[in-house]
T-cell receptor
Framework: GAVVSQHPSWVICKSGTSVKIECRSL??????MFWYRQFPKQSLMLMATSNEGSKATYEQGVEKDKFLINHASLTLSTLTVTSAHPEDSSFYICSAREARDYGYTFGSGTRLTVV | RKEVEQDPGPFNVPEGATVAFNCTYS??????FFWYRQDCRKEPKLLMSVYSSGNEDGRFTAQLNRASQYISLLIRDSKLSDSATYLCVVNKYVGDKLVFGAGTILRVKS
């Protein structure tokens, strides 16, 4: 079945640094990538939606200059958390969708801790 | 008001019990409905889609009431391995973003 490889699985970084999270679709073309964030005991909240070759569409309240999304190819999308702060500590997870298949394939998630 | 509301639980049940979860959604334009399962610190995994006529997959039965904007999940003969958080998920149309509830925690004990 469809697989999305997400890296890193976890990362600890210092406040003020930037962190890049990658999601790769291994056996299909991800025309759309959804990026979610989940705080402890809360639901997955959509941060942004990106279509290959286009600028990402951000949800209300999500700073596009802080959470940079790149979806330059059909198999790779990245989320960069710039100038990370402790409040950005969360579980970040991507979900890919192929144009011909309406299923959603999730990456395994990245647990970010900013100290 | 949250778009998708669930009782957070936890539901603590013995093995073999039958347990039911409920969910309500606020957007009447929602067209697709799902139950996902999420284990601790893992990604959510699709358990089953929910159809208007109701559907069953082994020990799991899902129901949808569009008039009441209500979705349910019934688990029969609970197993220890069913312990997880169950997420109610909706979207407005096929291929659209998924909107997640906060989840209901199930703990099955021996």
């Amino acid at each position: 079945g469809a697989v999305v490889s997400q890296h890193p699985s976890w990362v600890i970084c210092k406040s003020g640094t930037s962190v890049k999270i990658e999601c790769r679709s291994l056996d299909f073309q991800a025309t759309t990538m959804f990026w979610y964030r989940q705080f402890p005991k809360q639901s997955l909240m959509l941060m942004a939606t990106s279509n290959e070759g286009s600028k990402a569409t951000y949800e209300q309240g999500v700073e596009k200059d802080k959470f940079l999304i790149n979806h330059a190819s059909l198999t790779l999308s990245t989320l960069t958390v710039t100038s990370a702060h402790p409040e950005d500590s969360s579980f970040y997870i991507c979900s890919a969708r192929e144009a011909r298949d309406y299923g959603y394939t999730f990456g395994s998630g990245t647990r970010l801790t900013v100290v | 008001r949250k778009e998708v509301e669930q009782d957070p639980g936890p539901f603590n049940v013995p093995e073999g019990a039958t347990v039911a979860f409920n969910c309500t959604y606020s957007n009447s334009a929602s067209q697709s409905f799902f139950w996902y399962r999420q284990d601790c610190r893992k990604e959510p995994k699709l358990l089953m889609s929910v159809y208007s006529s109701g559907n069953e997959d082994g020990r799991f039965t899902a129901q949808l009431n569009r008039a009441s904007q209500y979705i349910s999940l019934l688990i029969r003969d609970s197993k220890l391995s069913d312990s997880a958080t169950y997420l109610c998920v909706v979207n407005k149309y096929v291929g659209d973003k998924l909107v997640f509830g906060a989840g209901t925690i199930l703990r099955v004990k021996s």
